[in-house]
């Protein structure tokens, strides 16, 4: 087995670590280093429907992923305007082949990593590495994850029109709720044309049968050919929730994505979130400072385990939480709410809208439960 020797080391070439090679192979100062992906997959290719929502014009690197644009959510078919924000889908395989455009990813399948005193080993199916730094973003939970949002979606064209492009809809509540919190998610790419993805909020994960039932319930139906299928089970969970802003000195193995806790618990958003954490590394790395971590502020992680706790208790309330928030509250500040940028005033005009007795019985219970 070969050793081969690099400076920094990216394990997993998905959402966290290609952030992270691209932000680094745009500075400079990492033109003297040797930076290597492993990753497992040799072909990844369109896998996910990446959303995302900015107030700004997306950045340079963003703007050259962008496969849709929306400006409206349409909750219960009432058009509700998202401005300044807009929602944009991201595509995978621009993604993947940005990536292989600045790092080619070596592939293998990473089996143990270690930390010395001079660094970092890795051993994988084919060669051994060895690192000054190591990233990973493999998902090696050390916990228990016991709730999960799972989906199943397809992306449908129909002979008829039936879509309106003009507005997506972010959580439909047609469909039953089967003792969890589930719902439609739609993304109309034109009239004839549009993911279609059934996603639950529940201890016991979505199956193929299940969704594949709700779908051609809500489809009722309707004639239609499938050009995609994704799926996926996204940790909703605070244990991986980070408490402290930055790693220690001597901390060689990073983590990253996911597995570093960059996943919104209550809605799964993720890839933001991995590109400001690639951002602030790199930062961190040519200005020689502590490395970050993902981490957010005390009241929204609070915030979220109440939602968990009521979603995973009181499953029945979810529908009416999700619904009332959507259909009451400004949509701008409900985006703003999720992105984590919300005042406490925001805040209050918001929790306004919700059922106050329920958060209140169950932040009371949070804080007890966690003494
Ligand atoms: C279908 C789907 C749709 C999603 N849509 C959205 C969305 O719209 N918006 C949003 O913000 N978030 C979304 N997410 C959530 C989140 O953005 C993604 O899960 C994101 O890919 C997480 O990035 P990551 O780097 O943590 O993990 P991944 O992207 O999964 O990357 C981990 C990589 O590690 C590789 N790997 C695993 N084990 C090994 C090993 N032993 N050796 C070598 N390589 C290995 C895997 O092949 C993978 O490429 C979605 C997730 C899924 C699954």
Same mark, same amino acid.
């Given at each position: 087995?070969?050793?081969?020797?690099?400076?920094?080391?990216?394990?997993?070439?998905?959402?966290?670590?290609?952030?992270?090679?691209?932000?680094?192979?745009?500075?400079?100062?990492?033109?003297?280093?040797?930076?290597?992906?492993?990753?497992?997959?040799?072909?990844?290719?369109?896998?996910?429907?990446?959303?995302?929502?900015?107030?700004?014009?997306?950045?340079?690197?963003?703007?050259?992923?962008?496969?849709?644009?929306?400006?409206?959510?349409?909750?219960?078919?009432?058009?509700?305007?998202?401005?300044?924000?807009?929602?944009?889908?991201?595509?995978?395989?621009?993604?993947?082949?940005?990536?292989?455009?600045?790092?080619?990813?070596?592939?293998?399948?990473?089996?143990?990593?270690?930390?010395?005193?001079?660094?970092?080993?890795?051993?994988?199916?084919?060669?051994?590495?060895?690192?000054?730094?190591?990233?990973?973003?493999?998902?090696?939970?050390?916990?228990?994850?016991?709730?999960?949002?799972?989906?199943?979606?397809?992306?449908?064209?129909?002979?008829?029109?039936?879509?309106?492009?003009?507005?997506?809809?972010?959580?439909?509540?047609?469909?039953?709720?089967?003792?969890?919190?589930?719902?439609?998610?739609?993304?109309?790419?034109?009239?004839?044309?549009?993911?279609?993805?059934?996603?639950?909020?529940?201890?016991?994960?979505?199956?193929?049968?299940?969704?594949?039932?709700?779908?051609?319930?809500?489809?009722?139906?309707?004639?239609?050919?499938?050009?995609? $299928?994704?799926?996926?089970? *996204? +940790?909703?969970?605070? &244990?991986?929730?980070? !408490? %402290?802003?930055?790693? @220690? $000195?001597?901390?060689?193995? *990073? +983590?990253?994505?996911? &597995?570093?806790?960059? !996943? %919104?618990?209550?809605? @799964?958003?993720?890839?933001?979130?991995?590109?400001?954490?690639?951002?602030?590394?790199?930062?961190?790395?040519?200005?020689?400072?502590?490395?970050?971590?993902?981490?957010?502020?005390?009241?929204?992680?609070?915030?979220?385990?109440?939602?968990?706790?009521?979603?995973?208790?009181?499953?029945?309330?979810?529908?009416?939480?999700?619904?009332?928030?959507?259909?009451?509250?400004?949509?701008?500040?409900?985006?703003?709410?999720?992105?984590?940028?919300?005042?406490?005033?925001?805040?209050?005009?918001?929790?306004?809208?919700?059922?106050?007795?329920?958060?209140?019985?169950?932040?009371?219970?949070?804080?007890?439960?966690?003494?």
């Amino acid at each position: 087995m070969e050793l081969n020797r690099y400076d920094y080391i990216i394990l997993g070439g998905g959402g966290s670590g290609g952030w992270l090679a691209l932000a680094m192979k745009k500075q400079q100062f990492f033109e003297r280093y040797k930076i290597a992906i492993i990753e497992k997959d040799a072909s990844k290719a369109e896998d996910r429907t990446w959303c995302f929502w900015l107030k700004s014009e997306p950045d340079a690197m963003l703007a050259q992923l962008i496969a849709g644009t929306w400006k409206i959510n349409r909750h219960h078919n009432k058009e509700l305007r998202l401005e300044p924000y807009t929602y944009y889908q991201a595509s995978a395989v621009k993604f993947y082949e940005a990536i292989r455009n600045v790092c080619p990813p070596i592939v293998d399948t990473i089996k143990t990593i270690s930390q010395h005193e001079d660094g970092v080993t890795i051993i994988g199916e084919n060669n051994q590495y060895h690192a000054q730094y190591v990233f990973t973003s493999l998902p090696s939970l050390p916990i228990q994850v016991d709730f999960l949002q799972s989906f199943y979606g397809w992306r449908i064209r129909t002979q008829q029109p039936y879509f309106s492009p003009s507005g997506i809809d972010l959580m439909n509540f047609s469909i039953p709720q089967s003792g969890c919190t589930q719902f439609i998610y739609i993304l109309p790419y034109s009239s004839t044309e549009a993911l279609v993805e059934v996603t639950r909020f529940a201890e016991r994960p979505i199956d193929e049968k299940e969704a594949l039932q709700l779908r051609d319930a809500y489809l009722n139906n309707l004639q239609y050919s499938i050009t995609y $299928e994704e799926s996926g089970a *996204i +940790p909703m969970t605070a &244990a991986l929730d980070v !408490t %402290k802003r930055f790693h @220690g $000195e001597n901390e060689r193995i *990073i +983590p990253i994505g996911t &597995a570093a806790g960059a !996943t %919104k618990p209550t809605t @799964g958003y993720t890839f933001l979130k991995m590109k400001k954490h690639a951002e602030d590394i790199v930062a961190a790395l040519t200005q020689k400072t502590p490395i970050p971590k993902p981490y957010r502020k005390y009241r929204f992680r609070l915030y979220d385990r109440i939602l968990l706790r009521i979603l995973r208790e009181t499953s029945h309330y979810g529908k009416e939480i999700f619904d009332r928030l959507l259909s009451k509250a400004p949509q701008a500040l409900v985006l703003k709410f999720l992105d984590e940028q919300t005042t406490l005033f925001d805040e209050a005009k918001l929790f306004a809208t919700l059922p106050k007795r329920l958060f209140l019985k169950n932040l009371w219970l949070e804080l007890k439960w966690k003494k």
